[in-house]
């Protein structure tokens, strides 16, 4: 069973540019999250998705994050305009449904110059 | 946001030896799980714990859902190098979208 593939696994931007990330879940996971993790840190949720219908999107910095899961298999994260402090693994993940354990896919990480 | 008491932060041991972590949280949970991260790697579940006074073994790996369910401890016999990474305690309460709350990691180093 192929797992959670992220694209692409380094970017390197500066600061006010824009930047998008892009996930695909494991097979038949209706649910979908995205993290932040800075160094030294665990995993921060940003947004999470059950099918393409948002279910928490509370930490999401809404004034330059977005995230989309239109036909609810992949996702895209956005940052635009990008910070220095946005400067982190983005990580995605996936599980079968909400509560169930989650699948990481192997992160994007990304340095804001 | 809240977290976890995850201890200790990190450890440098010797190859063989045996390794001890745990987590601690001011709130019940009804899941607890345990994730190792490798460098440039996503998280991985290790194991996944859903009952109080459960113990579950993988492989090398033993871990414990607390009796009181605000705590959860992983056990690691005769350590290997490939046992190097940080280790993730994550729980799960029935509230908040059961949404994982993360501890920071335990960061283990292993002398071969």
């Known amino acids: 069973e192929a797992g959670v593939a992220q694209s692409p696994r380094y970017k390197i931007i500066e600061k006010r540019q824009s930047v998008a990330f892009w996930c695909n879940p494991i097979s038949g996971h209706a649910t979908l999250y995205w993290y932040q993790q800075i160094l030294g840190q665990g995993p921060k949720l940003l947004i999470q998705f059950q099918n393409n219908g948002v279910v928490d999107d509370s930490q999401l910095p809404k004034d330059r994050f977005s995230a989309e899961r239109l036909k609810g298999v992949d996702s895209t994260l956005k940052i635009q305009p990008a910070k220095l402090e946005d400067s982190a693994v983005y990580l995605c993940?996936?599980?079968?449904?909400?509560?169930?354990?989650?699948?990481f896919g192997p992160g994007t990480r990304l340095t804001v110059t | 946001g809240q977290q976890l008491n995850q201890s200790p932060q990190s450890m440098f041991i010797q190859e063989g030896e045996d390794v001890s972590m745990n987590c601690t949280s001011s709130s019940i949970f009804n899941t607890w799980l345990w994730y190792k991260q490798d460098p440039g790697e996503g998280p991985v579940l290790l194991i996944a714990?859903?009952?109080a006074g459960e113990l579950t073994s993988n492989g090398r790996l033993t871990a414990q859902f607390g009796i009181t369910r605000k705590d959860s401890f992983l056990n690691i016999s005769a350590s290997i190098p490939s046992d190097v990474g940080i280790y993730f305690c994550?729980?799960?309460?029935?509230?908040?979208?059961?949404?994982?709350?993360w501890g920071l990691g335990t960061s283990l180093a292993v002398n071969p």
């Open positions: 994550a729980g799960r309460s029935t509230g908040n979208n059961r949404k994982l709350i």
């Open positions: 993940a996936s599980s079968l449904v909400v509560g169930y354990e989650q699948y």
């Open positions: 714990l859903y009952k």
